[in-house]
């Protein structure tokens, strides 16, 4: 039982790291699941390994009942907090609860279940199961997949959607948030909720994007489609970072028959194997460097593209609809880069990154990575300053920038060269304002992640130096009055919350009172202190 180990705790002789003496009273759970209070290190620590904090137990609840357990118990104590674990990818100890409880969600039961409704295909899975997991199902079992996904999928359905979960795909689907149609959830009160568009809508899409503040995902309804059968992937280099962004801008305003997946990154015009040249071309393929215009920079830039296709089809087919979507676009002709690959393989392909990182050492390093929402119309200065100055020699890994689109609206408005302003009709929200994620109010805005892979000190630069750089760029975007957002944000204040939301911040404190009043969930995004009780 946990109230054994608990014991240790409250009547040992370490009386700094005792809980309150209500502990023991409110966490006799009987749980089918498990608990640890002693060897709670993994739950300590994170992906980012820049915050550290001690949790008072790790929880391996079975289902939703055991974690609904928990949440109530923490309510029934006079300060416990509770935060849910996916896979442990946080970068700033997001999913921590010093000296609280962590649920370690990937203990949850196996649910998974395929349905048509309205002769559409669903997806009901846990909100601890990795994303990758639910791709070979569907794709092995059904020939389905769902949608919308994350560049990296090694993390849970809950853990992505309590943030919003893009990739290449976003600009065609929306976000991974708007991409699913019911949730069950555990609030803050300790109460299990399904929850839809229809049905308790107000927790639905305030779970969406809320950071883990409003309640615990224990499982989720995602749309599903016909999953092709391979893939043409492209890459495509440019030296000019204005006919990149009116390219990427293009592709993604193709209503019918255009890519499938549309990304982009920078990279440092040398050879350095980290940062350079040689992160382009695909196995096989070399990049000649002697091909690059005299009058390129000190960053270079690629786009990623991708076409699917049905091992049906025609090669020559193929062929057409790539020689279609590329002609005109102004990458130096030189550098085009292909491959053939069948879908999952492609949808893995970060998979191959993570076990070269973690043969060489660099996986387990800290990661101070950055992901920022910058408004189309600063994206130009943005790149003047921080990619051709500030990052000139790179960060060790990869360097995303791509569009992302507000609504189909926008996409017609590119394609047909409308004045956004000259309606009102925001069209189909690729990006729906009723959830709590936080974006530019630009109706084309610009994804920047830099995804640091250094080598751990001294070997590398220290984490602090880097920490650091992320923060000049922040208050760069800040003084220069950007219209920006931080993707997958932590600040220590409230004052700083407040900017982030906005016009969203009212809102957003509503359904804190209304869904945890006591601020029960995820003390490690410090939004809301938790409310002691006498």
């Known amino acids: 039982m946990m109230i054994a180990y608990l014991e240790h705790f409250v009547h040992g002789n370490d009386t700094e790291s005792r809980p309150d003496d209500d502990v023991t009273e409110v966490l006799d759970l009987q749980l089918k699941g498990t608990f640890d209070c002693v060897h709670t290190g993994i739950a300590s620590k994170d992906f980012g390994g820049i915050k550290s904090v001690k949790p008072l137990a790790i929880i391996r609840p079975a289902d939703a009942d055991d974690v609904a357990r928990v949440v109530k118990a923490a309510v029934t104590s006079s300060n416990l907090t509770v935060a849910a674990r996916g896979n442990g990818h946080s970068i700033n100890g997001q999913a921590m609860a010093d000296r609280g409880l962590v649920l370690n969600m990937r203990t949850m039961e196996d649910y998974f279940q395929v349905m048509p409704i309205n002769d559409s295909p669903y997806v009901d899975v846990s ?18 997949a769902p949608r919308s996904w994350t560049d990296y999928l090694s993390l849970t359905v809950g853990g992505t959607l309590s943030n919003a979960g893009v990739s290449g795909q976003a600009f065609r689907y929306g976000p991974q948030t708007s991409n699913v149609t019911e949730l069950e959830v555990v609030t803050g009160k300790g109460d299990t909720v399904i929850c839809s568009e229809n049905q308790n809508s107000e927790l639905f899409f305030g779970v969406l994007g809320g950071l883990g ?38 592709l993604v305003s193709l209503q019918e028959r255009g890519f499938n997946y549309v990304e982009g990154f ?101 990661h101070p990575w950055l992901n920022l929402l ?48 000259s309606s009102r009709d925001q069209g189909i929200p690729l990006w729906d304002s009723r959830t709590s994620v936080a974006v530019p109010e630009s109706e084309i805005f610009y994804i920047v992640a830099l995804l640091r892979f250094t080598p751990p000190a001294p070997q590398g630069p220290a984490a602090e130096l880097l920490v650091a750089q992320n923060q000049e760029i922040i208050q760069f975007c800040s003084s220069r009055g950007f219209d920006f957002k931080l993707y997958l944000p932590h600040y220590q204040s409230r004052e700083d919350w407040k900017r982030h939301f906005g016009d969203q911040w009212t809102r957003f404190a509503e359904r804190k009172a209304n869904f945890d009043p006591l601020a029960i969930l995820a003390p490690g995004q410090k939004i809301f202190p938790r409310i002691h009780q006498s």
């Not at 199961?129 to 079992?141: G, I, K, M, T």
């Not at 499982?219 to 990427?248: C, G, H, N």
């Not at 990154?353 to 390093?365: I, L, M, P, S, V």
Request: hydrophobic residues 45%.
């Open 374 to 421: 910058v408004a189309k119309s600063n994206i130009l200065e943005f790149d003047r300053v921080v990619f051709k100055k500030i990052l000139k020699d790179g960060v060790g890994g990869p360097i995303l920038v791509y569009p992302l689109l507000r609504s189909k609206y926008t996409r017609m408005a590119l394609s047909r060269n409308w004045n956004f302003a």
């Open 213 to 250: 503040q409003f309640g615990i995902i224990t499982r989720a309804r995602v749309v599903l489609q016909q999953a092709p059968d391979m893939v043409r992937w492209i890459r495509v280099v440019y030296s000019k970072f204005e006919d990149f962004t009116e390219d990427a801008e293009a």
């Open 266 to 366: 920078v990279f440092v015009n040398s050879d350095d194997p980290a940062n350079g040249w040689p992160t382009v071309p695909f196995p096989d393929q070399e990049f000649d460097p002697t091909r690059i215009p005299h009058t390129a920079g000190p960053v270079l830039y690629c786009l990623e593209l991708a076409l699917h296709y049905r091992n049906t089809d025609h090669v020559s087919d193929v062929n057409m609809d790539v020689d279609r979507l590329l002609g005109g676009l102004r990458f130096i002709e030189a550098f085009k880069f292909e491959a053939d690959v069948e879908y999952a393989e492609f949808l893995l392909r970060v998979k191959r990154a993570e076990e070269d990182a973690k043969a060489n050492g660099n996986w387990d390093a800290p």
């Open 127 to 144: 909100g601890g199961a990795l994303w990758e997991d639910v791709l070979r199902r569907c794709v092995l079992e059904y020939g389905l």
